[in-house]
């Protein structure tokens, strides 16, 4: 659903415009006895947090921030949609044995700070891969202070230090939200487990013994941070921003505010934003910038427009859009005079890739909180501190914006609206794919590997820099074809930059002896009957789980990707699309590989677990040079 006009024009544009794609999801759905949610609904991650998940429980979901369940204790873990399917086949799953990373919670939010603080203080010191393998355990006694959906807003945003799962223990304040969604016997179950559910007094007194690593992060003492730009953990306390803002030259002026997304459309974060919102009205001020309110689920959207949170955002001239991702995905039609403006906006989102908001890649995304977002936008600079400076009125008074508040919950109860939920009947549909349609497209196996080493490929791409699967398979337009495999692998790598030349979508065509795009050279190798190898540094594949960052590759005739590291789900994702993912033994190892270099995999009729591998580099030259590649391979994957 595109974030264009508002929730109900868009909504109305998204049945015209995609009504063969939900008619293919709705029929599935019904012939596999699936429970069918309508498009504007929700986001996934809010309707599974208000009706499936539950402490103690195990979930895999095809998407990097399914670890949102962990607000409730539920160990749920992002996975490639081809894992998914092995788990409903009823097929063993793999997952490499994770760390365990403590992060102990003492103290109490208050004034400004959120629970979205709480982790973009942790990007900070973990990085975006410094999680990657290993599950985050919050425990202490600040624990306890925060609510169900702020536990789940702090799990959600640990897909992004790379973290496998997040999630807190059971306690008081889950229970409270159990109820308030309508589900008293799962309290029920959960509190004659309790003490399961939750670390024994011996971890909480010695963590070190029994953590990999322990973070202590105080919430009395702790700052409202803005993370960016172009990647989340560029994490800044709000009393540094202005400075940094400054110092490094980026545009001043806060453009657009976006508050929701998965990470922060719950009822408490939009009734703290609404409370900021009033005060606009209340202290006589103006809002400086343009305001869009995604709500998460349409039992959020519903209950905040009876208890008046909707007219407050409206009242601001915010647009409210759909249910859905929206912006944050990328789904965000910005009206500009220019797509390539240097520009900044702010967001409550999760993820501030380059492009990824609106295309461009002048726009400067910031993470914040959701008031943190709202008190940006009433001022419109980016240089802004609600908790010290003051703004000046239509009466030329200096007014300093209250703290926010609102409730965790609502007082009068959630209220349904319309759901849009379709519950599964197991009728025969029939279902219809048009062999000339573009935007379904039904899959045929890809070729089997015949078991012998891979010899002379030419390098499609050496990407350097943050390659994440924006980079490898952008969101944005490109969504309408996430069904069509042949028409999404245009857009292949095309955010990569190429080392050589520091430009994106621009690489060496050994077959014509010119620079094309890397999706049309590829295409061209797999026409000639030649696989392709690609380069790239570290945590390639992080952010998104998208399965088209690997199905592309794979359907192009890519058949090694080579990295200094990977993001674990998109590793799994390459294995799981018949892909030989390798990463560097020696990461200097990068820097021999040469623009116009062939490269060949051997030891491959040997391949076997804990073996590795050599890459053999033949220069333009005639010269040659090998080094060793490691992989992470079990039985099952290398047995021919």
Not at 74 to 80: F, R, S
Not at 193 to 217: C, H, K, M, Q, W
Not at 379 to 395: E, I, M, Q, S, T
Request: aromatic share 8%.
């Amino acid at each position: 659903i595109q974030a264009y006009k508002g929730a109900k024009a868009d909504i109305a544009t998204a049945r015209l415009t995609n009504e063969e794609v939900y008619d293919f999801l709705r029929d599935v759905s019904s012939r596999y006895s699936i429970g069918f949610w309508k498009p504007g609904a929700g986001i996934i991650h809010q309707v599974v947090l208000e009706n499936y998940a539950f402490p103690g429980g195990m979930m895999v979901g095809t998407d990097s921030h399914t670890p949102n369940a962990g607000g409730l204790g539920m160990v749920a873990i992002g996975v490639g949609g081809a894992d998914a399917v092995d788990v409903m086949t009823g097929m063993e799953w793999e997952l490499k044995m994770p760390k365990i990373i403590g992060v102990r919670l003492i103290g109490k939010l208050s004034g400004w700070t959120s629970p979205k603080d709480v982790i973009l203080k942790l990007a900070g010191i973990l990085t975006v891969k410094g999680g990657t393998n290993a599950i985050i355990e919050y425990f202490g006694p600040g624990t306890e202070s925060l609510s169900a959906t702020g536990k789940a807003t702090i799990c959600n945003m640990g897909a992004e230090v790379g973290a496998t799962t997040s999630l807190f223990p059971f306690d008081g304040r889950m229970a409270t939200y159990l109820r308030a969604t309508g589900r008293d016997c799962v309290v029920d179950w959960a509190e004659s487990v309790g003490a399961d559910l939750r670390a024994d007094d011996i971890v909480t007194d010695e963590p070190s013994n029994y953590y990999d690593r322990v973070i202590e992060i105080d919430l009395s003492e702790l700052e409202p941070y803005i993370n960016g730009p172009f990647t989340p953990d560029a994490a800044t306390p709000i009393s540094e921003f202005a400075e940094k803002v400054l110092l490094n030259g980026y545009p001043r002026k806060m453009e657009v505010g976006l508050i929701g997304s998965c990470t922060n459309s719950s009822y408490q974060d939009l009734s703290r934003a609404a409370s900021l919102a009033k005060q606009v009205t209340e202290k006589n001020l103006s809002v400086a910038s343009p305001l869009i309110v995604n709500p998460g689920s349409e039992q959020i959207r519903a209950t905040a427009e009876r208890d008046g949170m909707i007219e407050a955002f409206e009242r601001l001239g915010a647009t409210i859009m759909a249910n859905a991702c929206g912006p944050c995905i990328g789904q965000w039609k910005r009206e500009t005079d220019d797509p390539t403006r240097k520009n900044s906006i702010v967001t409550s989102f999760n993820r501030n890739f380059a492009k990824r908001a609106d295309g461009n890649p002048n726009t400067y995304a910031f993470v914040a909180s959701p008031e943190l977002t709202m008190a940006l936008t009433i001022a419109g600079d980016l240089c802004f501190n609600p908790l010290k400076d003051r703004l000046v009125n239509h009466n030329g008074e200096k007014v300093k914006l209250s703290e926010p508040v609102g409730d965790e919950l609502p007082l009068k109860g959630f209220e349904q609206g319309n759901e849009g939920y379709i519950a599964p009947h197991g009728a025969k549909t029939e279902i219809r794919v048009k062999p000339d349609s573009q935007r379904l497209q039904l899959l045929t196996p890809f070729p089997a590997w015949d078991g012998q080493d891979l010899l002379n490929m030419p390098l499609l791409i050496k990407a350097q820099g943050k390659c994440t699967t924006d980079h490898i398979s952008m969101a944005g337009p490109w969504l309408r074809f996430r069904g069509h495999l042949e028409n999404i692998s245009d857009n292949m790598l095309m955010g990569a930059v190429n080392a050589f030349n520091g430009e994106t979508n621009r690489v060496w065509n050994r077959s014509t002896n010119t620079y094309g795009t890397v999706s049309g050279t590829a295409k061209m190798y797999k026409s000639e009957g030649i696989p392709s190898i690609v380069v790239a540094e570290e945590n390639y594949g992080e952010g998104s789980s998208r399965e088209h960052a690997a199905m592309e590759p794979r359907f192009l005739n890519v058949r090694v990707i080579l990295a200094k590291s990977f993001a674990r789900i998109h590793e799994t994702n390459l294995k799981k699309q018949g892909m030989l993912a390798l990463t560097f033994v020696d990461k200097a190892d990068y820097d021999k590989i040469r623009e116009h270099d062939l490269l060949s995999v051997s030891g491959l009729v040997h391949f076997a677990p804990g073996r590795n591998l050599t890459i053999v580099l033949h220069h333009e030259d005639g010269t040659k040079e090998s080094f060793e590649v490691q992989h992470t391979y079990n039985v099952c994957c290398t047995s021919k």
